[in-house]
């Protein structure tokens, strides 16, 4: 053992510097070029920044559309899902209470059309998109409030759904936050 | 077809795609024949130099383990020290503390043995300084220590009788500057110019669009996400792991991710068939564990994206699938071949929770890494696969009553020994931890541990057993992924699971190598009619049968208890 002890130790040295330190420092020297310049990606509105694109925030208004429940609060200081396991008797209420909610700020809908990830809690708490059928079914409620044809708002989901890669591979997704803005900005 | 699984399809696609050009370099590494990376041979040649280490000197197979167990053991003792006192060190814009002792023991070495099992949340529990200089080091090193420990076994089931197996430093350093170095590099721009962070600016406020006002961590992301796959680690930056936004923004990143993390172990199978010139033998490896990893995924897939049958009593829309713990830019279908991935090679990140996933899929992931030979982890997965080998050609030669051979070498009691040691090994770490668990659970649920035994379950019933047998399956198994609800920030899970990383790390590296080590220096039996032949279809199912065999009598009243009975309950 001791032969290989001080060729250990400094190779270590040497690989620490190499894989610690000059690795990290030559891609944030790169990532200087990329979107956000390797700060994340800020959305800027009204000449203020609101968030961060990929990061979801809470809107708590029925007159926005809102986000998957979250159980780190919205805030990306921390991040983390529920880990209820399918069966768990109070997992299965809160989901109840969730749908049982939804339902007295969407009286419109029927509760057969409430798709599930509305009423479940996302990954990292933090999802920022929607699915298609989790903007639509909220379009109802928003036109009421807003005085706005529901045509219209389906044309604005529509217009901000983000197909699947190249038309083929995954899911169309919905960035909360931009389908928020977008939303303000209509006449 | 839906887009959803033809997403899933076509990274496999393009996984196997890239698997086969990286193999035949890695041959030509290995074989110290021209690439087009030999630029880097003089930055090696200094590192050798200042090290006092002489790259051409030839080791035999002893040799070689005291190398990769004297180097593993000064990472271990400079990893657990700079995270006990990370607090007092530079790059801790965050303010985060300094680790607790038994965390800092848990945490060396979980990422000491290529594992990453996380006792702590990335945003609050490690530093900028000890994510890149103690973390980010050791998922780099520690996957080049499973590749250098298999590299040694191609040299010995390459020759005829040799002892000279070539030189470790050489072997584990090239590793490092001809492959994870270059290919993690241009995984992370790709990562980068996907908006994932790569900046060492600390935690950002923002006021958000309704006036709240939130915190987002960020950091030096995107280079430690790419080893975090390249390397099989899966040790998140961020506490979600690879569902975290900005660990993995988009469906790119997904693909990219998930193609990192598998294509070293399929190109080390494809390599071995290269570097020891016998292809054929080879395929049938890869096409049983291809197999293997099928039989898992479709069941998973299927659960996932059929939904949660609990829910589906409530009455909504489960078009989505089991959404609790998925992220919708991923969907179910994806991130239940994630799940497989994950955990039949050692990586153990995550894109959804596990222990939100369905009965079915729970089942899935502890099997795939109760097997953890299924392409299996850097390296790893290739020497675990061999023991099976082992033993799967003893009992053929039993069957048929002649001496086993393997690969021209005489099979005999030592290696049949060590194998079976191996074998046993694994069930006992598991069930043993997941029965000393249970049994504190029950007989002190109230001792003052950090996290009381009586509140560490976050799940009751069935799942709540299942989330301790998979905890120590995932130790075992070096894989780092969890039934993430445990309470497992304590003195008991650290340390007990602490050991089992240890013995499940290198007792299943030392006795493959030492298999092979000592097979190559046995004298060479030519080939005859009546040698078993290794490359065939037959012998494949037969070595298929073993793993089965050997898996279900090992496991199966513990899956009945936990996965099945919650099935059957849901």
Same mark, same amino acid.
């Given at each position: 053992?001791?032969?290989?002890?001080?060729?250990?130790?400094?190779?270590?040295?040497?690989?620490? !510097?190499?894989?610690?330190?000059?690795?990290?420092?030559?891609?944030?020297?790169?990532?200087?070029?990329?979107?956000?310049?390797?700060?994340?990606?800020?959305?800027?509105?009204?000449?203020?920044?609101?968030?961060?694109?990929?990061? $979801?925030?809470?809107?708590?208004?029925?007159?926005?559309?809102?986000?998957?429940?979250?159980?780190?609060?919205?805030?990306?200081?921390?991040?983390?899902?529920?880990?209820?396991?399918?069966?768990?008797?109070?997992?299965?209420?809160?989901?109840?209470?969730?749908?049982?909610?939804?339902?007295?700020?969407?009286?419109?809908?029927?509760?057969?059309?409430?798709?599930?990830?509305?009423?479940?809690?996302?990954?990292?708490?933090?999802?920022?998109?929607?699915?298609?059928?989790?903007?639509?079914?909220?379009?109802?409620?928003?036109?009421?409030?807003?005085?706005?044809?529901?045509?219209?708002?389906?044309?604005?989901?529509?217009?901000?759904?983000?197909?699947?890669?190249?038309?083929?591979?995954?899911?169309?997704?919905?960035?909360?936050?931009?389908? /928020?803005?977008?939303?303000?900005?209509?006449? | 077809?839906?887009?959803?699984?033809?997403?899933?399809? +076509?990274?496999?696609?393009? @996984?196997?795609?890239?698997?086969?050009?990286?193999?035949?370099?890695?041959?030509?590494?290995?074989?110290?024949?021209? *690439?087009?990376?030999?630029?880097? &041979?003089?930055?090696?040649?200094?590192?050798?130099?200042?090290?006092?280490?002489?790259?051409?000197?030839?080791?035999?197979?002893?040799?070689?383990?005291? $190398?990769?167990?004297?180097?593993?053991?000064?990472?271990?003792?400079?990893?657990?020290?700079?995270?006990?006192?990370?607090?007092?060190?530079?790059?801790?814009?965050?303010?985060?503390?300094?680790?607790?002792?038994?965390?800092?023991?848990?945490?060396?070495?979980?990422?000491?043995?290529?594992?990453?099992?996380?006792?702590?949340?990335?945003?609050?529990?490690?530093?900028?300084?000890?994510?890149? #200089?103690?973390?980010?080091?050791?998922?780099?090193?520690? +996957?080049?220590?499973?590749?250098?420990?298999?590299?040694?076994?191609?040299?010995?089931?390459?020759?005829?009788?040799?002892?000279?197996?070539?030189?470790?430093?050489?072997?584990?350093?090239?590793?490092? @500057?001809?492959?994870?170095?270059?290919?993690?590099?241009?995984?992370?721009?790709?990562?980068?110019? /996907?908006?994932?962070?790569?900046?060492?600016?600390?935690?950002?406020?923002?006021?958000?669009?309704?006036?709240?006002?939130?915190?987002?961590?960020?950091?030096?992301?995107?280079?430690?996400?790419?080893?975090?796959?390249?390397?099989?680690?899966?040790?998140?930056?961020?506490?979600?792991?690879?569902?975290?936004?900005?660990? =993995?923004? =988009?469906?790119?990143?997904?693909? *990219?991710?998930?193609?990192?993390? !598998?294509?070293?172990?399929?190109?080390?199978?494809?390599?071995?068939?290269?570097?020891?010139?016998?292809?054929?033998?080879?395929?049938?490896?890869? +096409?049983?564990?291809?197999?293997?990893?099928?039989?898992?995924?479709?069941? &998973?897939?299927?659960?996932?994206?059929?939904?949660?049958?609990?829910?589906?009593?409530?009455?909504?829309?489960?078009? +989505?699938?089991?959404?609790?713990?998925?992220?919708?830019?991923?969907?179910?279908?994806?991130?239940?071949?994630?799940?497989?991935?994950?955990?039949?090679?050692?990586?153990?990140?995550?894109?959804?929770?596990?222990?939100? @996933?369905?009965?079915?899929?729970?089942?899935?992931?502890?099997?795939?890494?109760?097997? =953890?030979?299924?392409?299996?982890?850097?390296?790893?997965?290739?020497?675990?696969?061999?023991?099976?080998?082992?033993?799967?050609?003893? %009992?053929?030669?039993?069957?048929?009553?002649?001496?086993?051979? #393997?690969?021209?070498?005489?099979?005999?009691?030592?290696?049949?020994?060590?194998?079976?040691?191996? *074998?046993?090994?694994?069930?006992?770490?598991?069930?043993?931890?997941?029965?000393?668990?249970?049994? %504190?659970?029950?007989?002190?649920?109230?001792?003052?541990?950090?996290?009381?035994?009586?509140?560490?379950?976050? =799940?009751?019933?069935?799942?709540?057993?299942?989330?301790?047998?998979?905890?120590?399956?995932? &130790?075992?198994?070096?894989?780092?992924?969890?039934?993430?609800?445990?309470?497992?920030?304590?003195?008991?899970?650290?340390?007990?699971?602490?050991?089992?990383?240890?013995?499940?790390?290198?007792?299943?590296?030392?006795?493959? !190598?030492?298999?092979?080590?000592?097979?190559?220096?046995?004298?060479?039996?030519?080939?005859?009619?009546?040698?078993?032949?290794?490359?065939?279809?037959?012998?494949?199912?037969?070595?298929?049968?073993?793993? %089965?065999?050997?898996?279900?009598?090992?496991?199966?009243?513990?899956?009945?208890?936990?996965?099945?009975?919650?099935?059957?309950?849901?």
């Amino acid at each position: 053992m001791k032969k290989y002890l001080w060729p250990s130790i400094k190779l270590t040295i040497i690989l620490i !510097v190499l894989l610690g330190g000059l690795y990290p420092l030559f891609l944030s020297a790169v990532a200087k070029m990329a979107p956000g310049k390797g700060d994340g990606v800020k959305v800027v509105h009204n000449g203020k920044v609101v968030g961060y694109e990929n990061i $979801a925030q809470q809107f708590s208004d029925d007159k926005y559309f809102q986000p998957r429940p979250s159980t780190v609060n919205y805030n990306a200081a921390g991040s983390g899902g529920s880990n209820k396991a399918a069966g768990n008797p109070d997992y299965l209420k809160s989901v109840q209470e969730r749908i049982d909610t939804f339902m007295v700020h969407n009286p419109e809908i029927k509760r057969t059309d409430i798709p599930v990830e509305l009423v479940t809690a996302s990954a990292s708490g933090l999802d920022p998109d929607l699915s298609p059928a989790a903007a639509l079914v909220q379009v109802p409620r928003i036109a009421k409030l807003r005085g706005i044809a529901p045509e219209k708002l389906k044309d604005l989901v529509a217009k901000n759904t983000k197909g699947p890669l190249l038309g083929l591979f995954g899911v169309p997704t919905i960035n909360v936050l931009k389908l /928020n803005i977008a939303l303000d900005e209509m006449k | 077809m839906n887009t959803a699984i033809a997403g899933v399809i +076509a990274t496999y696609g393009i @996984t196997l795609l890239l698997a086969w050009p990286l193999s035949r370099y890695i041959v030509k590494v290995f074989k110290g024949d021209k *690439t087009w990376l030999d630029f880097m &041979s003089p930055l090696e040649k200094l590192f050798f130099k200042i090290s006092g280490i002489n790259p051409k000197e030839e080791m035999n197979w002893k040799q070689h383990m005291k $190398a990769l167990l004297t180097i593993n053991l000064v990472w271990f003792i400079y990893a657990f020290f700079v995270l006990m006192f990370q607090d007092k060190l530079p790059l801790n814009p965050d303010g985060n503390p300094g680790q607790s002792a038994d965390l800092a023991f848990n945490t060396a070495i979980s990422f000491l043995v290529n594992c990453n099992l996380q006792h702590y949340s990335g945003e609050t529990g490690v530093t900028y300084f000890t994510q890149l #200089f103690v973390l980010a080091f050791l998922q780099f090193v520690s +996957a080049a220590t499973g590749i250098a420990a298999l590299v040694v076994v191609f040299k010995a089931l390459k020759e005829k009788t040799t002892t000279q197996l070539g030189n470790f430093w050489d072997i584990f350093l090239k590793t490092i @500057t001809r492959i994870l170095l270059p290919i993690s590099i241009v995984i992370a721009l790709i990562f980068i110019f /996907n908006g994932m962070p790569a900046s060492f600016e600390g935690k950002d406020t923002v006021v958000t669009m309704q006036g709240d006002t939130v915190n987002v961590s960020r950091g030096p992301v995107a280079g430690f996400v790419a080893i975090k796959h390249l390397g099989t680690n899966g040790g998140g930056w961020f506490g979600a792991n690879s569902a975290h936004p900005l660990e =993995n923004p =988009n469906y790119i990143t997904w693909m *990219t991710e998930m193609v990192a993390q !598998v294509v070293i172990p399929i190109a080390m199978v494809f390599a071995l068939g290269l570097f020891i010139q016998r292809r054929k033998f080879a395929n049938i490896i890869f +096409a049983i564990m291809t197999l293997g990893m099928i039989i898992l995924l479709i069941p &998973s897939m299927q659960q996932e994206m059929a939904g949660n049958p609990a829910i589906a009593k409530l009455g909504i829309d489960q078009a +989505a699938g089991a959404m609790e713990g998925k992220e919708v830019r991923f969907g179910a279908a994806a991130t239940g071949y994630w799940s497989t991935v994950t955990t039949i090679i050692s990586t153990g990140s995550v894109c959804g929770w596990h222990d939100s @996933t369905m009965p079915m899929t729970g089942l899935m992931q502890m099997l795939g890494m109760m097997l =953890n030979c299924l392409y299996g982890g850097c390296g790893v997965g290739i020497l675990n696969y061999y023991i099976y080998i082992i033993i799967a050609v003893f %009992i053929s030669g039993l069957m048929v009553g002649r001496t086993p051979e #393997f690969m021209g070498h005489k099979l005999e009691a030592r290696e049949v020994k060590i194998a079976a040691l191996i *074998t046993l090994l694994s069930p006992f770490l598991i069930l043993a931890g997941t029965a000393l668990s249970s049994w %504190i659970l029950v007989h002190y649920p109230d001792i003052n541990w950090a996290v009381k035994p009586g509140a560490w379950l976050n =799940n009751p019933g069935y799942h709540g057993f299942s989330e301790m047998l998979y905890e120590y399956t995932s &130790s075992n198994a070096n894989n780092g992924s969890g039934f993430e609800g445990l309470g497992d920030g304590n003195v008991f899970w650290n340390v007990s699971t602490g050991f089992v990383l240890i013995l499940g790390r290198y007792l299943p590296i030392i006795g493959p !190598v030492a298999i092979a080590g000592i097979m190559a220096s046995k004298k060479y039996v030519p080939e005859s009619a009546g040698t078993l032949r290794t490359d065939s279809l037959t012998f494949g199912a037969m070595t298929f049968a073993v793993i %089965i065999i050997l898996t279900a009598l090992s496991y199966f009243p513990a899956l009945v208890l936990g996965p099945i009975a919650e099935y059957f309950s849901l």
